[in-house]
C-alpha cells in the first residue's frame, strides 16, 4: 500500500478510475449516496430506485449512517462504512446497472464485482483504521434523502456533500485486481515455509468440530 494520499474529484470519469492502482490512498471530494441490502435488493430485483442522475453521481458508500434531524435539517451523528463483501450477490449486476465508477465500504468484494468493476471502469476503496465519527467532519452537506418514509433513516438513501473524505485505499481496481486477494494467496504461498520454519508437520490438519 503506498502512503502518499491522491486527491480526487467526484465524478470520477471511467479514465480516472481506471488510473487507479491497488494499495494506492486516496481521499474523495463531491456528492456521494448511500445505500445498504434494501437498495441492492430493491435495484436489482424489483428496478426500483431513487431519482439520481447516477451519471453525474456515480460514487456509491456502501453505509447506514447514524442521522439526526434538527431544526436546520438533517445532520450526521455517525458513517461508519458497512462490510461491502454483504453485498456481493447483487454488487456486480448493481455496478453495471448504474455504471458506477467508485464503491465504498469496509473490507472487499468478491470476483463477481471484480468482473463488473473491470467490464465497467470502477474501483472499490476501503477503509484505513478510521472510525465513523471521524468521517462525519468530512460531510460539508446533506444534500438530500429517498425513500425516508419507507424504509428508515438506515436503510434509506442518503446524498451527502464530502470534501476530502477518507482516507480509504483501492483494494479493488479497473482490471480486475483484489488487493485482500493477493495477500491472501501470497500468505498460502509462505505457509509452507512458516510450518517448517515452526516445526509443524507437512500433513498437519486442523481439527473439525462439528455443530
Known sequence: MTEAIRHLELPLSEAQA???????????????????SRFHIRAVEQDLLPPIDFAALNCFFHVG????????????VS????????????????????????????TTMGPGTARALAEVGA?????????GNLLRPQV?????????????RTEAT??????????????MDACGGNY???QDARGRERLVSVYEELGIPADFTYTEVNP
Request: glycine share 12%; aromatic share 12%; with cysteine.
Open 158 to 171: 442518503w446524498v451527502f456533500e464530502v470534501e476530502r473524505f477518507g482516507p480509504f485505499f483501492v483494494d
Open 79 to 106: 458513517i461508519e462504512p458497512t462490510s461491502s463483501i454483504r453485498f456481493e450477490r447483487y454488487g456486480g449486476a448493481v455496478v453495471r446497472k448504474l455504471g458506477l465508477r467508485t464503491l465504498i465500504g469496509k
Open 65 to 76: 449512517p447514524v442521522m439526526r434531524e434538527t431544526p436546520g435539517g438533517w445532520e450526521v
Open 180 to 182: 485482500f486477494a493477493d
Open 18 to 36: 481506471r488510473d487507479l492502482r491497488l494499495g494506492e490512498v486516496v481521499t474523495v471530494s463531491g456528492l456521494v449516496f448511500t445505500g445498504r
Open 140 to 152: 460539508r452537506r446533506v444534500v438530500e434523502v429517498h425513500f425516508l418514509e419507507e424504509l428508515g
Open 123 to 131: 474501483v472499490h476503496l476501503s477503509k484505513i483504521g478510521v472510525c
